[in-house]
Protein backbone atom coordinates (compact mmCIF):
# COMPACT_ATOMS: atom_id res chain seq x y z
CA UNK A 1 0.00 0.00 0.00
CA UNK A 2 1.66 3.75 -0.91
CA UNK A 3 1.64 6.95 1.16
CA UNK A 4 -1.02 9.27 1.51
CA UNK A 5 -1.49 11.81 -0.89
CA UNK A 6 1.19 14.35 0.37
CA UNK A 7 -0.01 17.98 1.74
CA UNK A 8 1.03 20.95 -0.30
CA UNK A 9 0.47 24.24 -1.49
CA UNK A 10 -0.99 23.24 -4.19
CA UNK A 11 -4.29 21.55 -4.39
CA UNK A 12 -4.77 17.57 -5.32
CA UNK A 13 -5.38 17.54 -9.35
CA UNK A 14 -7.64 14.86 -10.80
CA UNK A 15 -4.72 13.35 -12.41
CA UNK A 16 -3.05 12.67 -8.76
CA UNK A 17 -6.37 10.84 -7.84
CA UNK A 18 -6.06 8.66 -10.89
CA UNK A 19 -2.20 7.82 -9.95
CA UNK A 20 -2.86 7.11 -6.39
CA UNK A 21 -4.76 3.82 -7.65
CA UNK A 22 -4.07 0.92 -5.29
CA UNK A 23 -2.25 3.26 -2.81
CA UNK A 24 -3.54 4.36 0.70
CA UNK A 25 -7.73 4.60 0.68
CA UNK A 26 -8.57 7.83 -0.75
CA UNK A 27 -10.76 10.06 1.55
CA UNK A 28 -13.61 11.70 0.00
CA UNK A 29 -16.66 13.58 1.53
CA UNK A 30 -19.68 15.72 -0.01
CA UNK A 31 -19.09 19.89 0.38
CA UNK A 32 -22.16 21.86 -0.62
CA UNK A 33 -20.84 25.23 2.10
CA UNK A 34 -18.07 27.26 2.12
CA UNK A 35 -18.02 26.86 6.34
CA UNK A 36 -18.14 23.10 5.77
CA UNK A 37 -15.32 22.87 2.98
CA UNK A 38 -13.13 24.57 5.74
CA UNK A 39 -13.75 22.16 7.90
CA UNK A 40 -13.11 19.61 6.01
CA UNK A 41 -10.21 20.57 3.23
CA UNK A 42 -7.45 19.63 6.37
CA UNK A 43 -9.00 15.95 6.18
CA UNK A 44 -10.04 14.69 2.80
CA UNK A 45 -8.19 14.24 -0.56
CA UNK A 46 -11.47 15.04 -2.44
CA UNK A 47 -14.42 17.38 -1.65
CA UNK A 48 -17.62 16.17 -4.01
CA UNK A 49 -19.78 19.00 -4.86
CA UNK A 50 -22.90 16.59 -5.00
CA UNK A 51 -26.33 17.07 -6.71
CA UNK A 52 -27.72 15.42 -3.30
CA UNK A 53 -27.37 19.13 -2.23
CA UNK A 54 -30.73 19.67 -3.97
CA UNK A 55 -32.03 17.07 -1.44
CA UNK A 56 -30.05 17.39 1.89
CA UNK A 57 -29.52 21.78 1.72
CA UNK A 58 -32.73 22.42 -0.48
CA UNK A 59 -35.43 20.12 0.66
CA UNK A 60 -36.30 18.63 -2.78
CA UNK A 61 -37.68 14.50 -3.02
CA UNK A 62 -34.62 13.57 -5.06
CA UNK A 63 -31.53 14.81 -6.80
CA UNK A 64 -33.53 15.76 -10.01
CA UNK A 65 -34.38 19.14 -8.19
CA UNK A 66 -30.47 20.41 -8.62
CA UNK A 67 -29.91 22.54 -11.52
CA UNK A 68 -26.64 24.04 -13.24
CA UNK A 69 -27.11 27.69 -11.37
CA UNK A 70 -27.43 25.66 -8.17
CA UNK A 71 -24.65 23.28 -8.80
CA UNK A 72 -22.27 26.58 -9.63
CA UNK A 73 -23.19 28.29 -6.75
CA UNK A 74 -22.33 25.64 -4.36
CA UNK A 75 -19.46 24.68 -6.89
CA UNK A 76 -17.97 28.40 -6.21
CA UNK A 77 -18.91 28.01 -2.15
CA UNK A 78 -16.69 25.18 -1.71
CA UNK A 79 -13.85 26.49 -3.92
CA UNK A 80 -13.40 29.22 -1.90
CA UNK A 81 -13.98 27.41 1.49
CA UNK A 82 -11.09 24.86 0.37
CA UNK A 83 -7.38 25.20 -0.29
CA UNK A 84 -5.93 21.83 -0.68
CA UNK A 85 -8.74 19.14 -1.67
CA UNK A 86 -9.34 17.85 -5.30
CA UNK A 87 -13.05 19.88 -5.85
CA UNK A 88 -15.36 17.37 -8.10
CA UNK A 89 -18.91 19.24 -9.16
CA UNK A 90 -21.94 17.21 -9.95
CA UNK A 91 -23.50 17.59 -13.63
CA UNK A 92 -27.16 17.78 -12.55
CA UNK A 93 -29.39 15.63 -14.63
CA UNK A 94 -30.58 17.39 -17.49
CA UNK A 95 -27.76 18.60 -18.70
CA UNK A 96 -25.38 16.05 -20.29
CA UNK A 97 -27.62 13.27 -21.42
CA UNK A 98 -28.60 14.38 -24.59
CA UNK A 99 -25.40 14.71 -26.41
CA UNK A 100 -22.07 15.11 -26.32
CA UNK A 101 -21.63 19.04 -27.68
CA UNK A 102 -24.53 19.81 -24.47
CA UNK A 103 -22.21 17.67 -22.11
CA UNK A 104 -19.20 19.78 -22.96
CA UNK A 105 -20.80 22.50 -22.66
CA UNK A 106 -22.11 22.34 -19.65
CA UNK A 107 -19.00 20.65 -17.98
CA UNK A 108 -16.87 23.83 -19.67
CA UNK A 109 -19.95 26.24 -18.03
CA UNK A 110 -18.87 24.38 -14.36
CA UNK A 111 -15.56 24.60 -14.44
CA UNK A 112 -15.26 28.26 -15.81
CA UNK A 113 -17.39 29.45 -13.14
CA UNK A 114 -16.43 27.47 -10.16
CA UNK A 115 -12.53 26.90 -11.11
CA UNK A 116 -12.63 23.41 -10.07
CA UNK A 117 -11.13 20.51 -11.10
CA UNK A 118 -13.36 17.89 -12.43
CA UNK A 119 -17.02 17.23 -12.88
CA UNK A 120 -18.86 14.31 -11.99
CA UNK A 121 -21.98 12.52 -14.31
CA UNK A 122 -23.85 9.35 -13.60
CA UNK A 123 -23.71 6.48 -16.30
CA UNK A 124 -21.69 3.48 -17.71
CA UNK A 125 -22.28 2.47 -21.13
CA UNK A 126 -24.94 4.96 -22.25
CA UNK A 127 -22.46 7.86 -20.94
CA UNK A 128 -19.30 6.58 -22.22
CA UNK A 129 -19.57 9.33 -25.30
CA UNK A 130 -20.11 12.03 -23.16
CA UNK A 131 -17.52 10.96 -20.84
CA UNK A 132 -14.82 10.64 -23.46
CA UNK A 133 -15.45 14.23 -24.98
CA UNK A 134 -15.94 16.32 -21.62
CA UNK A 135 -11.84 14.53 -21.10
CA UNK A 136 -11.18 15.43 -24.61
CA UNK A 137 -12.37 18.71 -23.72
CA UNK A 138 -9.53 18.86 -20.96
CA UNK A 139 -12.31 19.08 -18.44
CA UNK A 140 -11.10 15.41 -16.18
CA UNK A 141 -14.64 13.38 -15.24
CA UNK A 142 -15.06 11.48 -12.41
CA UNK A 143 -17.99 8.24 -13.58
CA UNK A 144 -20.87 7.11 -11.26
CA UNK A 145 -22.00 3.52 -12.04
CA UNK A 146 -24.40 1.42 -9.54
CA UNK A 147 -26.95 2.84 -7.75
CA UNK A 148 -27.95 6.44 -9.54
CA UNK A 149 -29.89 8.93 -7.37
CA UNK A 150 -30.43 10.19 -11.23
CA UNK A 151 -32.58 7.32 -11.76
CA UNK A 152 -34.38 5.57 -8.72
CA UNK A 153 -37.66 7.54 -10.35
CA UNK A 154 -36.91 5.35 -13.46
CA UNK A 155 -36.15 2.24 -11.43
CA UNK A 156 -38.83 2.77 -8.66
CA UNK A 157 -36.75 3.11 -5.80
CA UNK A 158 -33.29 2.88 -4.67
CA UNK A 159 -32.74 -0.47 -5.78
CA UNK A 160 -28.99 -2.31 -4.67
CA UNK A 161 -27.22 -3.53 -7.84
CA UNK A 162 -25.44 -6.82 -8.39
CA UNK A 163 -27.75 -9.14 -7.08
CA UNK A 164 -27.99 -11.37 -10.56
CA UNK A 165 -25.68 -12.89 -12.82
CA UNK A 166 -26.80 -10.59 -15.87
CA UNK A 167 -26.83 -6.99 -13.53
CA UNK A 168 -23.12 -8.24 -12.30
CA UNK A 169 -22.22 -8.12 -15.92
CA UNK A 170 -23.95 -4.92 -16.65
CA UNK A 171 -21.81 -3.21 -13.69
CA UNK A 172 -18.70 -4.70 -15.34
CA UNK A 173 -19.33 -3.60 -18.96
CA UNK A 174 -20.02 0.29 -17.08
CA UNK A 175 -16.84 0.29 -15.10
CA UNK A 176 -15.26 -0.91 -18.39
CA UNK A 177 -16.87 1.51 -20.25
CA UNK A 178 -16.09 4.97 -17.97
CA UNK A 179 -12.30 3.47 -18.08
CA UNK A 180 -11.80 3.19 -21.28
CA UNK A 181 -13.41 7.09 -22.09
CA UNK A 182 -10.98 8.43 -19.79
CA UNK A 183 -12.96 9.12 -16.67
CA UNK A 184 -9.78 9.74 -14.01
CA UNK A 185 -11.51 7.76 -10.88
CA UNK A 186 -15.17 6.02 -10.78
CA UNK A 187 -17.77 6.32 -7.75
CA UNK A 188 -19.77 2.94 -7.19
CA UNK A 189 -22.80 3.45 -5.55
CA UNK A 190 -25.15 0.77 -3.33
CA UNK A 191 -24.07 -2.23 -5.41
CA UNK A 192 -23.25 -5.97 -3.54
CA UNK A 193 -19.81 -5.96 -1.86
CA UNK A 194 -18.19 -8.37 -4.07
CA UNK A 195 -18.77 -6.54 -7.43
CA UNK A 196 -17.25 -3.88 -6.18
CA UNK A 197 -14.33 -5.63 -4.79
CA UNK A 198 -13.86 -7.36 -8.20
CA UNK A 199 -14.78 -4.06 -10.65
CA UNK A 200 -11.83 -2.06 -8.27
CA UNK A 201 -9.45 -5.14 -9.20
CA UNK A 202 -10.54 -4.77 -13.06
CA UNK A 203 -9.86 -1.41 -13.96
CA UNK A 204 -6.78 1.10 -13.74
CA UNK A 205 -8.45 3.92 -12.15
CA UNK A 206 -9.47 4.19 -8.90
CA UNK A 207 -12.93 3.21 -7.57
CA UNK A 208 -14.74 5.65 -4.84
CA UNK A 209 -17.31 3.59 -2.46
CA UNK A 210 -20.68 4.16 -1.02
CA UNK A 211 -22.43 1.33 -0.09
CA UNK A 212 -19.84 -0.69 -2.46
CA UNK A 213 -17.26 -2.66 -0.73
CA UNK A 214 -14.27 -1.54 1.89
CA UNK A 215 -11.95 -2.80 -1.05
CA UNK A 216 -12.58 -0.04 -3.00
CA UNK A 217 -9.89 2.31 -3.56
CA UNK A 218 -11.37 5.65 -1.51
CA UNK A 219 -14.75 6.24 -0.03
CA UNK A 220 -17.20 8.57 0.31
CA UNK A 221 -20.05 9.48 2.35
CA UNK A 222 -22.52 12.44 2.31
CA UNK A 223 -21.33 15.10 5.07
CA UNK A 224 -24.99 15.40 6.28
CA UNK A 225 -25.51 11.57 7.12
CA UNK A 226 -22.20 11.45 8.13
CA UNK A 227 -21.91 14.03 11.17
CA UNK A 228 -25.75 12.91 11.81
CA UNK A 229 -27.49 15.83 10.38
CA UNK A 230 -30.09 13.83 7.92
CA UNK A 231 -33.51 14.19 9.67
CA UNK A 232 -35.12 11.82 7.24
CA UNK A 233 -34.07 8.50 6.35
CA UNK A 234 -30.59 7.31 6.73
CA UNK A 235 -29.34 4.60 4.59
CA UNK A 236 -27.77 1.67 6.18
CA UNK A 237 -24.31 1.81 4.46
CA UNK A 238 -24.01 5.37 6.62
CA UNK A 239 -21.85 5.12 9.57
CA UNK A 240 -23.07 8.61 11.97
CA UNK A 241 -19.49 10.11 13.03
CA UNK A 242 -21.24 12.84 15.20
CA UNK A 243 -25.07 13.37 16.32
CA UNK A 244 -25.61 17.15 15.19
CA UNK A 245 -29.33 16.37 15.43
CA UNK A 246 -29.19 16.49 18.87
CA UNK A 247 -26.18 19.00 19.50
CA UNK A 248 -28.30 21.51 17.10
CA UNK A 249 -31.47 21.32 18.75
CA UNK A 250 -30.00 21.53 21.92
CA UNK A 251 -28.90 24.12 21.36
CA UNK A 252 -31.73 26.06 19.93
CA UNK A 253 -33.83 24.61 23.00
CA UNK A 254 -31.54 26.42 25.46
CA UNK A 255 -31.44 29.54 23.07
CA UNK A 256 -35.52 29.75 23.08
CA UNK A 257 -35.61 29.13 27.04
CA UNK A 258 -33.09 32.05 27.22
CA UNK A 259 -35.01 34.71 25.36
CA UNK A 260 -38.47 33.63 26.41
CA UNK A 261 -36.76 33.98 30.24
CA UNK A 262 -34.52 37.50 29.13
CA UNK A 263 -31.76 35.77 30.21
CA UNK A 264 -30.39 36.22 26.80
CA UNK A 265 -28.96 38.64 25.68
CA UNK A 266 -26.95 38.98 29.05
CA UNK A 267 -24.46 41.99 29.86
CA UNK A 268 -21.50 40.63 27.94
CA UNK A 269 -23.64 40.58 24.20
CA UNK A 270 -24.97 44.45 24.38
CA UNK A 271 -22.76 47.21 24.21
CA UNK A 272 -23.00 49.96 26.70
CA UNK A 273 -23.07 53.99 25.99
CA UNK A 274 -20.15 55.01 27.62
CA UNK A 275 -17.36 51.99 26.60
CA UNK A 276 -15.35 52.53 23.38
CA UNK A 277 -13.61 50.11 21.68
CA UNK A 278 -15.60 47.21 21.92
CA UNK A 279 -17.24 47.27 18.36
CA UNK A 280 -18.96 43.75 17.01
O1 LIG B 1 -24.58 13.58 -5.09
C1 LIG B 1 -23.86 12.95 -4.31
O2 LIG B 1 -23.72 13.29 -3.12
C2 LIG B 1 -23.17 11.77 -4.81
C3 LIG B 1 -22.50 10.90 -3.80
C4 LIG B 1 -23.49 10.12 -3.07
C5 LIG B 1 -21.46 10.04 -4.44
O3 LIG B 1 -23.20 11.51 -5.98
Request: proline share 4%.
Amino acid sequence: MGAEIPTTDIRISADTIRRHKGGTPIVCLTAYTYPIARLLDDHVDLLLVGDSVAMVLHGHETTLGASLEMMIAHGQAVMRGSAKACVVVDMPAGTYEDSAAQAVASARRMVDETGCQAVKLEGGVGMARQIAAIVAAGIPVMGHIGLQPQSVEKDGGYKIKGRTEAAVAALVRDALAVESAGAFSVVIEGTVETVAADITRRIAIPTIGIGASGDCDGQILVIDDMVGLTVDRVPKFVKEYADLRSVISHAAGRYAAEVRSRTFPGPGHVFSATRHGDDA
